[in-house]
């Protein structure tokens, strides 16, 4: 059956659930000091898990919010796991014979990482005109 959409109905309201406050404006982004990024990043080499009285005693100690400091390691714990994720990529890219890297340039030269092609080892015996690669899109 067709969805029946009334005058009243805007089209943000039929997207985006009633909860969220989407005219509220956006808080601006903090914007860290050379010497905050430091203490930070000299701290996430210790523990990548600051919390409770270490949190608190750090965001004093660098004029930040708890809640600054708690979403800078929440970002730089997931920075650390997509850098390990294209680590392994580059890994398995040495690992694959000549034949296998002529067919996956694509893969090398994405600065973004947003096109992947993965070649099934069976079908590299295959002459190049039937060669089958299946390309994801990530």
Not at 110 to 116: A, E, G, K, N, T
Request: net charge positive.
């Amino acid at each position: 059956m067709p969805l029946k959409i009334q005058k009243s109905d805007s089209i943000k309201e039929m997207i985006f659930p009633k909860g969220l406050d989407l005219d509220r404006p956006k808080r601006p982004r903090t914007v860290f000091s050379d010497e905050q990024l430091i203490k930070l990043e000299n701290v996430f080499r210790k523990t990548q898990y600051v919390v409770g009285k270490e949190r608190h005693r750090l965001s004093k100690l660098l004029g930040l919010t708890d809640q600054q400091v708690k979403v800078w390691f929440q970002n730089r714990r997931t920075k650390l796991r997509k850098g390990k994720s294209r680590e392994s990529i580059e890994v398995n890219l040495l690992k694959l014979s000549e034949a296998e890297r002529l067919v996956c340039p694509l893969l090398r030269e994405q600065q973004s990482w947003s096109v992947m092609i993965f070649v099934h080892k069976s079908v590299m015996s295959a002459p190049w005109s039937r060669l089958k690669v299946t390309l994801f899109l990530i």
